[in-house]
């Protein structure tokens, strides 16, 4: 019964090619989080979602486009893939979006290596 | 626009030892909280500990504990009686309470020696 799940934990892919990323949440989370972090192991917010509403959308290529059907799901579609783009990227969510009192509960992230 | 800055890249500290990770933050934000989170070499995210900014007391859990100093902008946490298993790499982070995201520091690692 994993609380925040993802997949798949690992993709390698061509450049150019499209691919997608799942998260699902079982906690009844109203809001779900991107997160890229870089080889330097460095986190940054992507995207949020707030019961299926965009909140957050940071300056991210439009060739990344989240998808949220419902507040349990929150996936993750990027186009056209770069070498750059090779990161670990963690799915996350939340009790409800801006309460600075609640933690956000992350998956186990999907490590993106494109070639 | 929360900042938060960890100075130290990398510790070694002996089993059984405490050890501090610094952990300083600048907002305007009046109301936030902070946080840690533990990355073990497997990849995955683990929250250790909230402190909120209003919160009088230092927060603490099992092992864990948050020196907050809000004059300083500091939020320090204490590993105490170090394990093997405590060898990962951590973060701390930071929510405005406007703000939907978490910001990130650029982490420490921790190496426990036996």
């Known amino acids: 019964d994993t609380a925040v799940s993802q997949t798949p934990k690992y993709l390698v892919t061509q450049m150019g090619n499209d691919k997608s990323i799942k998260c699902e949440q079982n906690?009844?989370?109203?809001?779900m989080y991107w997160y890229k972090q870089d080889s330097k192991k460095f986190l940054k917010i992507m995207f949020s979602y707030n019961n299926k509403e965009l909140i957050i959308n940071e300056t991210v290529p439009n060739r990344f486009s989240p998808k949220s059907p419902d507040k349990a799901h929150l996936n993750l579609h990027i186009n056209s893939l770069e070498l750059g783009d090779s990161a670990v990227y963690f799915c996350?969510?939340?009790?409800?979006?801006?309460?600075?009192?609640?933690?956000?509960?992350f998956g186990p992230g999907t490590r993106l290596t494109v070639t | 626009a929360q900042k938060i800055t960890q100075t130290q890249p990398g510790m070694f500290v002996q089993e059984k030892e405490a050890v501090t990770l610094d952990c300083t933050y600048d907002?305007?934000?009046?109301?936030?909280?902070l946080f840690w989170y533990k990355q073990p070499s497997s990849g995955e995210m683990i929250f250790l500990i909230y402190?909120?900014?209003?919160?009088?007391q230092n927060a603490t859990e099992g092992r864990y504990s948050l020196n907050f100093q809000k004059a300083r902008k500091s939020a320090n946490l204490v590993i105490s009686a170090s394990q093997l298993g405590d060898s990962a790499m951590y973060f701390c982070?930071?929510?405005?309470?406007?703000?939907?995201?978490?910001?990130f520091g650029a982490g420490t690692t921790v190496t426990v020696r036996a």
């Open positions: 982070a930071m929510r405005g309470s406007n703000d939907y995201k978490l910001s």
């Open positions: 996350a969510s939340s009790r409800r979006a801006g309460v600075a009192s609640y933690e956000q509960y």
């Open positions: 907002t305007s934000d009046p109301s936030y909280g």
């Open positions: 906690l009844g989370h109203d809001t």
């Open positions: 402190q909120g900014s209003y919160d009088q």
